[in-house]
């Protein structure tokens, strides 16, 4: 880690791509830079880094050049909705159906950790998928374990952390979930590599915990961290003091058990004013930082108010 902070300082925040797709990749690592974020959240995609072009790994090369030149440091998301499959958001998955499907996941994946090696990245973090209505979720279960294992086996060999992130909805979508994934992976002599990715606003949707709670419980499991606001039971990512995250608390729980690596903010419905959010995240972030947990955090007020240009 470029920035790694010492005991006691402040965290390392950083904002994901998605979020800023209407941007050029280098124009928003410019953004993230001049607003004092300590990294990125690359999500690749089509316009950021897009793993299926020619020349990734020159492009990759390059890339880490420019982020070594602004000083910041990297986490690789796989969460694109249409890179893979036009008419068919985030498939082919984990968890399809198809066999074929599930290998292209796997050779994503793949590539997403040779761009992680090329960029020295703190981890790739990457989900199960929604297991089809009428599919056997005992019969996803074994699947997801293979494309997991193999997974953590190509990223053994490249030296990449993995992280783990379960989502509302998907087979895998609490830290219970994660454990029986941890456990079945061991059972099938997998790397005992798999770390966990916790978004904690997914907690208010469909966690087992509350988000800093969650922080305390998993400390020692957690490779990658994402903030943001959600209200309760809603899957809907929202600006920093919006919802039911209790964010200064959220973020207290990560100074308390010493977590070092980038605290990510995903506000992908909010790309057509990511002029507007890179900075009042930030601030708002600074704000949370310096709050006391029995206090909810300021929302973005200088913000316009949300839209439905998503």
């Not at 690789?76 to 985030?90: N, Q, S, V, W, Y």
Request: aromatic fraction near 4%; include cysteine.
């Amino acid at each position: 880690m470029r920035g790694a902070p010492l005991p006691g300082q402040p965290l390392r925040f950083a904002y994901n791509t998605n979020g800023m797709a209407h941007h050029r990749l280098g124009d928003a690592l410019d953004l993230l830079a001049h607003h004092g974020y300590a990294g990125v959240a690359l999500t690749l995609d089509h316009g950021h880094l897009d793993p299926f072009a020619p020349d990734l790994d020159a492009r990759t090369a390059a890339l880490s050049g420019e982020l070594e030149d602004r000083g910041l440091d990297v986490m690789i998301e796989t969460g694109a909705r249409f890179l893979m499959d036009p008419g068919a958001k985030h498939e082919p998955t984990l968890v399809t159906a198809d066999a074929a499907g599930r290998a292209r996941r796997v050779d994503f994946l793949t590539r997403a950790l040779d761009v992680a090696a090329g960029l020295r990245a703190e981890a790739v973090s990457f989900w199960a998928g929604v297991p089809a209505a009428r599919l056997d979720r005992e019969q996803a279960w074994g699947w997801l374990v293979d494309g997991v294992g193999e997974v953590l086996q190509r990223a053994d060999e490249r030296g990449v952390t993995c992280a783990f992130e379960p989502e509302p909805g998907m087979l895998v979508e609490h830290t219970g979930d994660y454990q029986r994934l941890v456990e079945a992976l061991a059972a099938a002599g997998a790397p005992d590599t798999l770390g966990l990715a916790l978004d904690t606003g997914h907690c208010v949707v469909a966690g087992d915990l509350e988000p800093q709670d969650a922080v305390r419980a998993w400390a020692p499991h957690l490779r990658a961290v994402a903030v943001e606001g959600m209200a309760r039971g809603v899957h809907e990512h929202l600006p920093i003091g919006e919802g039911d995250v209790d964010v200064p608390a959220v973020l207290a729980a990560l100074r308390e058990v010493g977590y070092e690596r980038l605290v990510s903010v995903e506000l992908s419905r909010d790309s057509h004013r990511a002029d507007v959010m890179v900075p009042a995240t930030m601030a708002a972030l600074r704000a949370a930082q310096d709050t006391p947990e029995t206090t909810r955090t300021p929302t973005t007020q200088d913000t316009p108010e949300r839209q439905e240009d998503r």
